[in-house]
């Protein structure tokens, strides 16, 4: 495929603060932007999925799930991982009941697209009833009776509690139990395979320099991503980030790998993604 030459590259991630604290060394000057006008795009993770579909963007936060209808037009970068290494998406009602019970319950989802859709798909075993609602009202939706349960991603795997709702099932530690301890594969950072090897790769490198800066100046960028974590105090912020930005954010690693190419391959099995083959990242 021919390169196509662009000078500006948006960028779309989600506005919570583990991808937000990615981004701050991007978003204030500190790392080299390898020649390209970067804009900024904030959208939820479904939308950036859609959006993505559509090509849209020249790189972009997915879900891993997404990749798998991407992978023509999109290449995974090999760092922006969220994984959940041994944590990740929770199921949360108003009640507790067993998790067998989830397939006859309505649940409320972030997208079909997410990887904690795949993920309560696999787990569940079947299909199930769902509604889809903005990953950041779905606790409101548990609450008010408007759902059964509700799968919640981000910051609301910290917060559900204080909504008065109770966990059913933690996704990661079940994924962990069932793999043999790989960490739950969520979001991924990918890049437009038009833009050609060269831009991919300086745009990667890009991406990973920011990560590296977040991480050793870490109480700078935790101040900027507490701007997009909904209310959350400074203690569960620097956790909440602390779960989903690390060295497996980085670079996938070898755990990282196996585990995208195991959980993409049990949703092909199962019926629920198109196959994609044996999944390369952008160095």
């Known amino acids: ?166 966990k059913i099932a933690d996704l990661g530690v079940w994924w962990g139990a069932r793999t043999g301890g790989l960490p739950l594969p969520l979001g991924g950072n990918a890049v437009r395979r038009d833009l050609g090897a060269d831009a991919m790769s300086g745009l990667t490198k890009m991406y990973r320099d920011s990560i590296v800066f977040a991480l050793s100046h870490r109480e700078e960028a935790l101040a900027y991503a507490k701007d997009f974590g909904r209310g959350l105090d400074d203690l569960t912020n620097d956790r909440f980030v602390g779960m989903y930005v690390n060295e497996l954010t980085c670079d996938y690693g070898e755990r990282g790998r196996r585990s995208i190419q195991l959980f993409l391959d049990e949703g092909i099995a199962a019926g629920i993604v198109p196959p994609v083959g044996l999944v390369s990242f952008i160095a």
Request: hydrophobic share 45%; charged share 20%.
């Open 1 to 166: 495929m021919s390169a196509t030459t662009v000078k500006t590259v948006r960028i779309g991630h989600s506005p919570d603060p583990d991808d937000a604290f990615m981004y701050y060394a991007i978003a204030k000057g500190k790392v080299d932007t390898a020649g390209f006008n970067v804009v900024q795009v904030l959208e939820d993770i479904e939308s950036l999925n859609r959006r993505a579909l559509a090509g849209e963007l020249e790189v972009t936060a997915i879900s891993i799930h997404a990749y798998a209808h991407l992978a023509g037009r999109y290449a995974l970068m090999s760092c922006g991982a969220s994984m959940g290494d041994g944590y990740g998406p929770i199921v949360v009602a108003r009640e507790a009941f067993p998790p067998g019970e989830l397939a006859g319950k309505t649940i409320a989802i972030p997208g079909t697209l997410t990887s904690a859709y795949l993920a309560l798909r696999l787990f569940a075993g079947r299909e199930f009833p769902f509604l889809v609602v903005p990953f950041d009202e779905i606790l409101e939706t548990v609450a008010s009776g408007a759902a059964d349960a509700g799968l919640i991603i981000h910051e609301g795997q910290l917060t559900y509690g204080d909504h008065g709702l109770t």
